[in-house]
């Protein structure tokens, strides 16, 4: 039973009877969203009634199934655990509990062992494409069972702290043989059944290779701040969190999609973080990594938790912020100076202050992700910055591209006669389809080719394919660069002025945000929590069910499985390509300016024939994304070696690899790279289904991340798929008025209610407008 809040109301959710308070923290939409019931290991269907309220001290612990009232010393957040996404990515997913007073509570039962038996749909895997996908089906009313292997959010999608990313570097560089692991499931096999076995070990990362060019030696025993220590036992007394960092955290000023602040920044107030386990690497949720973020999640092996988000806190929250000043230091007399010196031994230490993504993107602001976060309402989940700057690299120097026309026209590295050439080329490329006779003979050139036939420059040319139209100068042809050019040009200015944003605290929250849409309506999560193989019916060939590590048989209608869950023998006849990737912690910018929060995107063309070009995201401190003085640069292309033979001769052009005894003086001036990691993944986009052997058609396979800029790929994706299994639902549509939920027929006055109510709901439809429509609300930068 859920009633109206305008009223202060209150709401039976799980168990929980309507005279407990209800907690005042989320937004109306988290407020009224209630998970699907969960059996408990003893067979009940729901935990016992809780009447009296709950207390206001204590961190919030994820609730999972029934346990004794006497071991709840819990926050109100608790109604909110399996609706609200409580672990920011790359933290496990698992940790023992603490009372108010840092003793540990006694583990309550795991219940991923007796999950229900019957879903409409479930999905495989974590990654953006799935956690969209999960999102809609919740959404249009299916219910959505939600399980990953792994004990993080995201896939190859995912974020990670420096400590967290250190850890998944270790596990992809081992060579374990899984051969030899018990397949006692194919007893559950009937004989009118057949198994499809799904692998156990990702390996769609290769060649992983990570470098220190500063001194180790100083960081031996140097341990994360806010990390918890690790203990013996799980049930070990005295158990105390070790306190946050005192250090002051950069402000993440964002643009907010929505007309409404984010969830997590409302009413949120600090507490006490949750230990870890003593398996898991430690790691503490605090607020400088995630300012509002809830850690927790239940022991055991994952089940019922929801996912983390690392929504900033905006100027509405309340929270006293720095200046804009103390953040963004104008080194204008200074910028000659040698930067700050940043040892290993602190980026060890401030490790939860990084948050690094595995794959590398920008959001294009009217690009069909933008578009789905604001018209399903879930960016309230998170906030976003804006690309501040777009880079060329040409002659062996970093120069800034001019994108709109007060840029082109203030800028002082074009003649007035290019400036009028760039802009007319620009103002023929917005509404190229009106004049075919301009490009139609050139239809079967390449882009470059067409642009030598315009009088245009040599360096206007190289700024419009490398910079603004982002194409390959040897295989895009003259078409795809217009339609490239023209996405480029109709992104400028909504946002600010280049086409792109970026999420705070990194691309991980993207598909957290869409996992936590799909628990407010009712999904169930899982990590950890392996699936064995899928149970294919003979007579239909239909898939019909699948087995997890526990031996449990789950019916769906429909299955969503990665593409990296697939056996060797599912996929023998998929040719994949690979993405080369790295990942660099930097001393100072490629591009120095007056300001030191730069977000830049910088596109290195070939250096040698039969190489692709390399682009280059280059991200500062304010994207909470790695910590103060240092820069965190990601490096993408199609492959065609190992990652570190493709990038590595990129690396050497634009920064100082040399450690600080052997630099010369011609390196002095370039940033100074004080970490790396290179490595290969798997780039299974635009694989055909058939491709796959022996997939029944209920089942869908999900690409991981390709190595284009966007996320319009799997947008696209993910939209098909839920068209294909749902033709008749809408994808994703706008969340529903909380104001406008009739919860209990019987209690709602007649009419006169609604009517009464009209006008405190003027307000709120129209911030439910303005945030799933273009006009969003956008908070400005300092």
């Known amino acids: 039973m ?75 957040l608790i109604l909110l655990s399996l609706c609200r996404c409580l672990r920011p990515a790359g933290t496990p997913a698992a940790a023992p509990a603490l009372s108010a007073g840092g003793a540990r509570v006694t583990a309550p039962p795991k219940m991923a062992d007796n999950l229900p038996t019957e879903f409409d749909v479930v999905v495989v895997g974590t990654g953006l494409p799935e956690s969209i996908i999960a999102a ?150 605090e607020a400088e990594q995630a300012p509002g973020s809830e850690p927790g999640a239940a022991p055991g092996d994952g089940a019922g938790t929801a996912p983390g988000t690392g929504a900033a806190p905006s100027a509405a929250s309340g929270e006293s912020a720095p200046e804009p000043a103390k953040t963004e230091t104008a080194p204008s007399e200074n910028a000659a100076q040698e930067p700050k010196k940043i040892t290993y031994s602190q980026i060890v230490r401030e490790g939860r202050r990084f948050n690094i993504d595995l794959v590398s993107k920008l959001l294009y602001s009217r690009g069909l992700l933008i578009d789905l976060l604001i018209k399903s309402n879930v960016s309230r989940y998170a906030e976003f910055k804006n690309a501040t700057r777009v880079l060329a690299f040409r002659e062996g120097k970093v120069e800034q591209v001019p994108c709109s026309r007060a840029d082109v026209f203030n800028s002082r590295q074009l003649t007035m006669v290019e400036k009028r050439m760039l802009m007319k080329f620009l103002t023929f490329c917005l509404d190229y389809e009106q004049h075919p006779e301009e490009y139609q003979d050139y239809e079967s050139s390449t882009f470059a080719q067409f642009l030598q036939t315009r009088k245009l420059t040599p360096s206007l040319q ?51 945000c869409f ?17 064995r193989c899928l149970v294919l019916d003979r007579a239909s060939g239909r898939c019909k069910a699948i087995v997890d590590h526990f031996g449990q048989r789950i019916n769906a209608n429909y299955f969503i499985v990665e593409d990296s869950y697939l056996s060797e023998s599912t996929c023998t006849n998929v040719c994949y390509r690979q993405i080369s990737r790295a990942v660099l912690i930097t001393d100072q910018s490629v591009l120095n300016t007056d300001s030191e929060q730069q977000v830049s995107i910088l596109t290195v063309p070939p250096l040698e024939q039969g190489r692709a070009a390399v682009c280059v995201i280059e991200l500062c401190s304010s994207t909470m994304t790695c910590m103060k003085d240092t820069y965190l640069v990601h490096l993408t292309c199609p492959s065609t070696k190992t990652a570190r033979e493709d990038l590595e001769p990129v690396v050497q052009k634009l920064f100082n690899v040399n450690t600080e005894k052997e630099t010369e003086n011609e390196e ?100 439910e407008e303005s945030s799933s429509g273009d006009g969003a609300a956008v908070t400005k930068e300092e």
Request: hydrophobic letters at 30%; glycine letters at 8%.
């Open 136 to 285: 809609a089906c919740a959404r249009s009313g299916q219910r959505v069972l939600h399980v990953d292997s792994r004990n993080y959010y995201g896939g190859n999608w995912a974020s990670f702290s420096f400590s967290g990313l250190l850890s998944w570097i270790k596990e992809n560089q081992q060579k374990t043989d899984l051969n030899d692991e018990s397949e006692d499931w194919r007893k559950l096999i009937l004989e009118d059944e057949e198994a499809i076995p799904l692998s156990s070990k990702d390996k769609t990362i290769q060649h992983v290779e990570d470098f220190c060019f500063g001194d180790q030696d100083s960081a031996e025993g140097v341990e994360e701040a806010g990390a918890l220590p690790k203990l013996p036992v799980f049930g070990a007394p005295g158990a105390q969190g070790v306190s946050a960092a005192s250090e002051e955290t950069p402000t993440a000023e964002g643009i907010s999609l929505g007309s409404e602040q984010s969830p997590a920044a409302e009413g949120a107030e600090k507490e006490n973080p949750a230990a870890e386990s003593p398996a898991e690497e430690p790691q503490s949720p």
């Open 2 to 76: 859920l009633r109206p809040e305008s009223g202060g109301g209150t709401r039976d959710i799980a168990g929980l009877s309507p005279s407990a308070p209800l907690p005042q923290a989320g937004p109306p939409s988290l407020r009224w969203g209630c998970p699907r019931s969960i059996t408990s290991p003893s067979g009940g269907a729901a935990p016992p009634s809780i009447s009296s309220p709950l207390p206001q001290v204590g961190p919030p612990l994820t609730y999972s199934t029934s346990f004794p009232q006497a071991e709840l010393p819990l926050s109100p």
């Open 668 to 767: 002095l001036e370039k940033p100074r790279v004080l970490w790396a990691v290179y490595f290969n993944m798997r780039d299974s986009s635009g694989v055909e289904k058939s491709s796959y052997a022996g997939l029944p058609s209920n089942v869908y396979v999900c690409s991981g991340p390709d190595s284009a800029l966007g996320n319009d790929c799997a947008v696209k994706q993910a939209e098909t798929i839920f068209r294909e299994m749902f033709p008749t639902e809408e994808f994703c549509p706008p969340p529903p008025n909380p104001e406008d939920i009739i919860y209990d027929e019987d209690e709602i006055e007649p009419e006169e209610s609604g009517l009464n109510n009209s006008p405190e709901t003027k307000p709120e439809s129209s911030a």
């Open 515 to 531: 996992c936590r849409l799909c628990a407010v309506f009712g999904g169930i999560y899982c990590l950890r929590h392996a699936v």
């Open 462 to 512: 190289h700024f419009i394919l490398h910079s603004i139209a982002m194409v390959s100068e040897t295989e895009s042809s003259t078409l795809e660069g217009l339609q490239s050019t023209k996405k480029f040009l109709q992104c400028l200015g909504r946002y600010g002025n280049t086409p792109f944003l970026f999420p705070l605290y990194g691309q991980g929250e993207i598909p957290q």
